[in-house]
Nanobody
Framework: QVQLVESGGGLVQPGGSLRLSCTAS????????MGWYRQAPGKEREWVAD???????KYAFSVKGRFTISRDNAKNTVYLQMNSLKPEDTAVYYC????????WGQGTQVTVSS
């Protein structure tokens, strides 16, 4: 059984920063990709960024240059550093790990508002 636990969400003013964390536990294949998705109210879930176990990362155009994804393989943890946050970044953020199977976290709320 694989479990993903996210943390780090909250309320932040426009222009502010937050750092999300997601730790995976259980039987996970070492060759995997970890990533972040988000879902805003009334919208479909969208991909934000992901990173392979060899640290190759990709970003959605809407967050490139503002968000940074990183991981600690020893801890099975992926991070999302979010800077210059905008109101349109408001969403529930989900982490995902793919090792041939896909596993999702429960989500953490990020609200960007003054």
């Amino acid at each position: 059984q694989v479990q993903l636990v996210e943390s780090g969400g909250g309320l932040v003013q426009p222009g502010g920063s937050l750092r999300l964390s997601c730790t995976a536990s259980g039987n996970i294949f070492s060759m995997n990709t970890m990533g972040w998705y988000r879902q805003a109210p009334g919208k479909e879930r969208e991909w934000v960024a992901d990173i392979t176990n060899s640290n190759y990362s990709k970003y959605a155009f809407s967050v490139k240059g503002r968000f940074t994804i990183s991981r600690d393989n020893a801890k099975n943890t992926v991070y999302l550093q979010m800077n210059s946050l905008k109101p349109e970044d408001t969403a529930v953020y989900y982490c995902k790990i793919y090792d041939g199977n896909s596993y999702w976290g429960q989500g953490t709320q990020v609200t960007v508002s003054s």
